[in-house]
């Protein structure tokens, strides 16, 4: 089955600064990949999503980008925010299908 | 829209006692997937439902724990008997078949076993 691995565990940045999570990906069949955030008490949100035929998406300050020949894809968030703390995780599926995620990056971004 | 809709928010039982967790998935999505969360092991997905029909069970950690989905607006999860270590989040999601589309998360359940 799918694994996902994601790194890193924890990432503190200063406010304003970029952050980036990366993420790698086991099964080339996989199509689908989702990156969530979440927030203290509160279920995962979906925040971007990339699908395999695709190398680059950008909302607003999040983008996400993918490189299905090394079988990684990565977050970046730029100048972030406080509200920006969150843990993110990251996910890979077949068709929206069996979804597998990642170990959660925990980031923190200090005022 | 209200979302998935889980209950109850948190669950706080005695060892040997039967937990059943509750979902109510978004009207119109048609696969349901159950999620149990802890620090150590992540997100583990534990079984799916399409069209109420369970396709995948092969996270559900023992014969201790069974999933049902009896129409396409519920689902319960149920743990018995249950046991400290199954203490975790569990959470609910909803998406819709054959679209690639991300899931939507309930705001989990909290157990704890004592």
Redesign the interface.
């Given at each position: 089955g799918e694994n996902v691995e994601q790194h890193p565990s924890t990432l503190s940045v200063q406010e304003g600064d970029s952050a980036v999570i990366k993420c790698t990906y086991s099964d080339s069949a996989s199509?689908?990949f989702?990156w969530?955030k979440q927030e203290l008490?509160?279920?995962?949100?979906?925040i971007i999503?990339i699908?395999s035929n695709v190398g680059e998406k950008k909302d607003q300050r999040i983008a996400v980008t993918l490189n299905k020949t090394a079988k990684h894809f990565s977050l970046h968030i730029t100048e972030t925010q406080p509200e920006d703390s969150a843990v993110y995780?990251c996910a890979a599926s077949k068709?929206?299908?069996?979804?597998?995620?990642?170990?959660?990056t925990r980031l923190t971004v200090k005022p | 829209d209200a979302g998935v809709i889980q209950s109850p928010r948190h669950e706080v039982t005695e060892m040997g006692q039967e937990v059943t967790l509750r979902c109510k998935p978004i009207s119109g999505h048609n696969s349901l997937f159950w999620y149990r969360q802890t620090m150590m092991r992540g997100l583990e997905l534990l079984i799916y439902f399409n069209n109420n029909v369970p396709i995948d069970d092969s996270g559900m950690p023992e014969d201790r724990f069974s999933a049902k989905m009896p129409n396409a607006s519920f689902s319960t999860l149920k743990i018995q008997p249950s046991e400290p270590r199954d203490s975790a989040v569990y959470f609910c999601a909803s998406t819709i078949r054959g679209v690639i589309y991300g899931y939507t998360f309930g705001s989990g359940t909290r157990l704890t076993v004592v």
């Open positions: 199509n689908y989702p969530y008490g509160k279920g995962p949100q979906l999503d699908r995780f068709f929206n299908n069996d979804m597998r995620f990642g170990a959660g | -």
